[in-house]
């Protein structure tokens, strides 16, 4: 049962240009969402996260939107940069017995064409 | 700015053998965490820790895993008796609590590889 998925697992886009990664997930008990990025052979960094009070964060060129009813987020780089290519995990967290227990997904492979 | 530390990077080993993964979190951080990522499939988590006992583990998480914190510095992974299907990078991650907005964080993977 994947509670959180990333449907695409790549995604192409020309240096300058937006890049929207896309996030479903399934249990109604996550209220907190996250983004990490990761490099070949480096652990994930975090990248943004949201509240499921809110339906939009913005860090500089990284804006989260989340829509609750649909279940649905996304990330939206822009300008994509080349630096940005990496794999973009969205994760799903939810209170577990005292802490915050996270599910990732599959991951989306971004590439930033120069 | 304060990293998890895993060792070794790379660990070989036969099948059958026993592995321990190392991992020291970030000094005041409270919950720890081992995750796994077999080649091109997700980040699946196999157990976390608090106070000194298993918070929650997964159904991956065996009896032939074990974790321990031995010394209030490391946190270990035990896999007593290693299978092919073991090989995978093994990622630690420590937090004080995820509603800093920093979520975890992660250390750069110890990835194993049972022959």
């Known amino acids: 049962d994947q509670q959180v998925k990333q449907n695409s697992p790549s995604l192409s886009v020309q240096e300058g240009r937006i890049s929207i990664l896309n996030c479903d997930y399934t249990n109604s008990m996550f209220d907190y969402f996250l983004w990490y990025k990761k490099y070949p052979a480096e652990g994930p960094t975090f990248l943004i996260s949201?509240?499921?009070?809110?339906d939009k964060n913005e860090d500089g060129r990284f804006t989260v939107f989340l829509n609750k009813s649909a279940k649905h987020l996304s990330l939206h780089i822009v300008p994509s940069q080349p630096g940005d290519s990496a794999v973009y995990f969205c994760?799903?967290?939810?209170?577990?017995?005292?802490?915050?227990?996270?599910?990732f997904g599959t991951g989306t492979k971004l590439q930033v064409i120069p | 700015e304060p990293e998890v530390t895993q060792t070794p990077s790379h660990q070989v080993t036969q099948m059958g053998q026993e592995v321990i993964l190392r991992c020291v979190p970030i000094s005041n951080h409270l919950y720890f965490y081992w995750y796994r990522q077999i080649l091109g499939q997700k980040v699946e988590f196999l157990v976390s820790?608090?106070?000194?006992?298993?918070?929650?583990k997964s159904e991956i998480f065996d009896d032939q895993f074990s974790v321990e914190r031995p010394d209030g510095s490391n946190f270990t992974l035990k896999i007593r008796s290693t299978k092919l299907e073991d090989s995978a990078m093994y990622f630690c991650?420590?937090?004080?609590?995820?509603?800093?907005?920093?979520?975890?964080?992660f250390g750069s993977g110890t990835r194993l590889t049972v022959v």
């Open positions: 820790f608090y106070n000194n006992e298993i918070s929650e």
């Open positions: 994760a799903a967290s939810e209170n577990s017995g005292g802490y915050q227990k996270v599910t």
């Open positions: 991650a420590s937090s004080v609590h995820l509603r800093d907005s920093y979520g975890y964080t």
């Open positions: 949201i509240s499921s009070i809110k």
